[in-house]
């Protein structure tokens, strides 16, 4: 078990380089380097490749192994990291927006077949929980990485060195994952499954709307679309809008960044590691029927605190102790949702659990980015404390989603209950 942990946690922080780089020391670089906020601004569109995962999906599902998209996935990211290295963002702006969508659609290539494996590795619920902690915590880590550590070594040596420590970092991964004992039984399964795979599933691939039948049908599917679609609706809105009224009113940027920056970002992780360590202990409908009340809670108190505008001492503690019960909640709540997630995916036939896993994966990261986008929006039409009571309904509303659902629906009990070994 702890080498399937070290296996996924490893190759999940390595995916959230990425993520790290363009959504924190990105902009942060050049805006200092002089380019103006518009142009930062349409770096967003370079994660575009995350939404389209689902379409090659099942091409990691039907052509080759896991050990071979792996292999082939981070060695590429090495390479693409390499020619980041010879060019200066403030000549070659083009070119790093390239290669940085090269790095996006690398990684989400590589997503596809490390969740593939999970699926596979991971048996009954205590290996569900603890590996989908390391999925989310690697992950989690690795944007920290990127985002954070990585721009003191920008400061010191410069654009150029930094891209070549990540060289060597994905290089060294790459072959790590090529000799990884782990992967044996995936690589074994593949082969004897060949033939089968030239024959019923290449119609498939000439069909893929038999592959969206599949999907569809499998049993719990429906209420988790609509589940991952909602479950951060509410909790996304206040994690987007209450630290931009903490400057407003309370917070410097510079304390705004350390306390929602590094430790909030910290109770997240704390947040995710306990998910998994209670994932062995309690069923996930019990987890989930509490944490989900928990939450809104929690949102109940932070949108008290819109009430005040005159800025104290009392006041900043509230504000940070709300930020990390909100963050270390949600950290806990995705590592919940994540095993959900592959849960319903292990009840697919093999031959579309990474493409059924993606498909519910992309839909998650849709969920969030919309309404991300949408709350700034709502905040400028109606205010913070009616955009608030506002994001309180929608998190209320899935809490009530959750609640029903572990009586009637897709989480009860015996339909969660443990795999067989």
């Not at 000549?91 to 077949?113: E, F, R």
């Not at 407003?248 to 920056?261: K, V, Y």
Request: overall charge positive; hydrophobic content about 50%.
């Amino acid at each position: 078990m702890n080498d399937k942990l070290v296996f996924l946690g490893l190759l999940y922080f390595v995916q959230g380089i990425p993520y790290g780089l363009q959504s924190s020391l990105l902009p942060i670089y050049l805006r200092g380097a002089g380019h103006s906020l518009t142009r930062i601004g349409f770096t967003k569109i370079l994660y575009f490749p995350w939404v389209l995962k689902v379409l090659w999906a099942p091409l990691v599902d039907r052509i080759g192994t896991k050990r071979r998209w792996l292999v082939a996935t981070v060695s590429g990211l090495a390479l693409t990291c390499l020619t980041s290295s010879a060019l200066a963002p403030e000549m070659h702006i083009w070119g790093v927006a390239g290669t940085l969508l090269a790095m996006n659609t690398l990684a989400s290539v590589q997503d596809i077949a490390v969740d593939g494996a999970a699926v596979g590795l991971l048996k009954g619920r205590g290996e569900l929980g603890l590996g989908n902690t390391a999925q989310v915590v690697g992950y989690k880590a690795g944007s920290v990485f990127a985002g954070g550590g990585l721009l003191a070594v920008i400061d010191v040596a410069g654009w150029s060195w930094m891209f070549m420590l990540l060289t060597f970092v994905y290089a060294g991964v790459a072959l790590f994952v090529w000799g990884a004992p782990v992967l044996d039984e995936d690589s074994l399964r593949s082969q004897q499954a060949d033939g089968s795979r030239r024959g019923g599933q290449g119609v498939d691939a000439l069909m893929p709307w038999r592959v969206w039948r599949k999907l569809l049908a499998v049993p719990g599917t429906a209420w988790t679309v609509l589940y991952v679609l909602t479950y951060k609706l509410g909790e996304q809105g206040a994690v987007t809008m209450f630290p931009l009224f903490l400057l407003d009113h309370h917070m410097s940027a510079r304390e705004l960044g350390f306390w929602n920056g590094v430790i909030a970002m910290g109770f997240s992780i704390c947040g995710s590691s306990l998910g998994g360590l209670l994932l062995a202990q309690f069923s996930i409908g019990a987890l989930m029927r509490r944490v989900f009340v928990l939450r809104t809670i929690s949102m109940v108190f932070q949108s008290s605190l819109l009430t005040v505008l005159e800025p104290s001492p009392l006041m900043k503690g509230m504000a940070v102790l709300s930020m990390s019960v909100q963050h270390f909640l949600g950290g806990l709540i995705t590592t919940l949702t994540f095993t959900t997630m592959m849960h319903c995916t292990q009840r697919a036939e093999e031959s579309i659990q990474a493409t059924h896993y993606s498909f519910l994966a992309t839909l998650e990261v849709l969920g969030k980015l919309m309404f991300s986008a949408l709350a700034g929006g709502v905040v400028d039409c109606f205010g913070f404390q009616v955009a608030f009571l506002f994001f309180l309904t929608l998190s209320a509303g899935t809490a009530l989603h959750v609640w029903t659902a572990t009586f009637t629906g897709a989480l009860r009990e015996h339909q969660l209950k443990e795999q067989p070994k």
